[in-house]
């Protein structure tokens, strides 16, 4: 298995230009270079690196305190989601027994990544490769061509 900390430092000190709301309680963070979604499409909305939250339990704290999070509205996370932009990710941590995972960004900002299921995921999208993170398991693929 490769190791995880390769895919960390390649989106470790990255500046997230772009935070999103996809499907529920989905979040996608873009950064590095700019790309289209599509072939064909002007506005770039994708990111070189991608940090998905897709279908674990997350929350966003400034200075210890819960701005934002899978409890809350979907109108609440949209209104929120724009204070990450701009922001650096300054370290990602896991917990050792893998139950939880921290993203450090600037400004005091922490998302706390849990598991309450063991399919709960999230995943680091980078020009070469896909890291995909559970609780029980680390999966490292080539990454599919856009």
Request: glycine share 6%; aromatic share 8%.
């Amino acid at each position: 298995m490769k190791d995880i900390s390769n895919i960390f430092n390649q989106v470790e000190n990255q500046v997230c230009w772009r935070s999103w709301r996809g499907a529920g309680y989905t979040i996608f963070l873009e950064m590095g270079k700019k790309f289209p979604n599509r072939p064909k499409e002007k506005e770039l909305k994708k990111g070189e690196y991608t940090i998905g939250l897709t279908s674990c339990p997350w929350h966003v704290f400034q200075n210890d305190v819960l701005l934002f999070g899978t409890d809350s509205s979907y109108a609440q996370i949209d209104e929120a989601l724009p204070i990450l932009q701009g922001k650096t990710i300054e370290a990602i941590l896991l917990n050792k027994d893998n139950a939880t995972a921290q993203l450090k960004l600037t400004d005091s900002i922490l998302i706390k990544i849990g598991y309450q299921d063991p399919r709960d995921e999230w995943c680091i999208l980078t020009p070469q490769e896909e890291a995909v993170i559970t609780k029980e398991k680390l999966e490292i693929s080539p990454a599919e061509d856009q």
